[in-house]
């Protein structure tokens, strides 16, 4: 029971990455989103000077690996973690202030101006962005005009609760209602992939 308890609370850093467990979570989300993010990025004709921000940055990795793939271009990282702000600028110190900015701040209210992204991505964090609505009209006013925005994530079955009964605040979307949603925010073309249990969604505006 014991052991069950401090498995819960390592997860809670799923969320949110706080002190000595979060960065330990950190670094294992750089490990563990490498496969998902590659077959993620696959799905995209990468220009080199695109302006990206990739919301739920977490440990910096897909920053630094969309960094490679954009090298005349300009990428911003966001998280709601204060733990993983610092954990990804580190990993992409080299880069910081010139081509990569990363910051703290959440989904659903987006401190960037008007149509600034060429790229939106989200790896494994759209399960926690409360109201999708909210946060997917955040990210169609941050895209330029045919801007794109990418999901992926591992999981897309709700009556899969082995990790949502674990994890508080984490809710799981089916392929079906990501898509309903990002149409009806306004994105005129959505294509869904999935791999397994991986999804990958493409949406442009």
């Given at each position: 029971?014991?052991?069950?308890?401090?498995?819960?609370?390592?997860?809670?850093?799923?969320?949110?990455?706080?002190?000595?467990?979060?960065?330990?979570?950190?670094?294992?989300?750089?490990?563990?989103?490498?496969?998902?993010?590659?077959?993620?990025?696959?799905?995209?004709?990468?220009?080199?000077?695109?302006?990206?921000?990739?919301?739920?940055?977490?440990?910096?990795?897909?920053?630094?690996?969309?960094?490679?793939?954009?090298?005349?271009?300009?990428?911003?990282?966001?998280?709601?973690?204060?733990?993983?702000?610092?954990?990804?600028?580190?990993?992409?110190?080299?880069?910081?202030?010139?081509?990569?900015?990363?910051?703290?701040?959440?989904?659903?209210?987006?401190?960037?101006?008007?149509?600034?992204?060429?790229?939106?991505?989200?790896?494994?964090?759209?399960?926690?962005?409360?109201?999708?609505?909210?946060?997917f009209r955040?990210?169609?006013?941050?895209?330029?005009?045919?801007?794109?925005?990418?999901?992926?994530?591992?999981?897309?079955?709700?009556?899969?609760?082995?990790?949502?009964?674990?994890?508080?605040g984490m809710?799981?979307?089916?392929?079906?209602?990501?898509?309903?949603?990002?149409?009806?925010?306004?994105?005129?073309?959505?294509?869904?992939?999935?791999?397994?249990?991986?999804?990958?969604?493409?949406?442009?505006?």
């Amino acid at each position: 029971m014991k052991n069950k308890s401090l498995f819960k609370k390592i997860l809670q850093n799923t969320q949110k990455p706080q002190g000595f467990l979060g960065k330990m979570m950190l670094f294992g989300m750089n490990r563990g989103h490498a496969r998902l993010a590659e077959w993620g990025m696959s799905h995209l004709e990468w220009q080199a000077n695109w302006v990206v921000l990739d919301i739920g940055c977490g440990g910096g990795a897909n920053i630094a690996e969309i960094l490679r793939r954009c090298p005349d271009g300009i990428v911003y990282g966001l998280d709601a973690s204060n733990e993983s702000v610092v954990f990804a600028r580190n990993k992409n110190r080299r880069m910081l202030g010139r081509h990569c900015f990363i910051d703290e701040g959440r989904a659903d209210l987006l401190p960037y101006s008007d149509m600034t992204f060429d790229l939106v991505t989200a790896f494994e964090t759209v399960y926690f962005w409360g109201d999708l609505s909210v946060a997917f009209r955040e990210v169609i006013r941050v895209l330029k005009p045919g801007g794109l925005f990418m999901i992926c994530n591992e999981m897309a079955d709700p009556t899969n609760t082995m990790w949502t009964d674990l994890i508080d605040g984490m809710n799981i979307h089916t392929i079906e209602e990501m898509e309903s949603c990002l149409l009806s925010v306004g994105f005129n073309e959505v294509k869904a992939d999935k791999k397994k249990e991986n999804i990958c969604i493409v949406a442009r505006k």
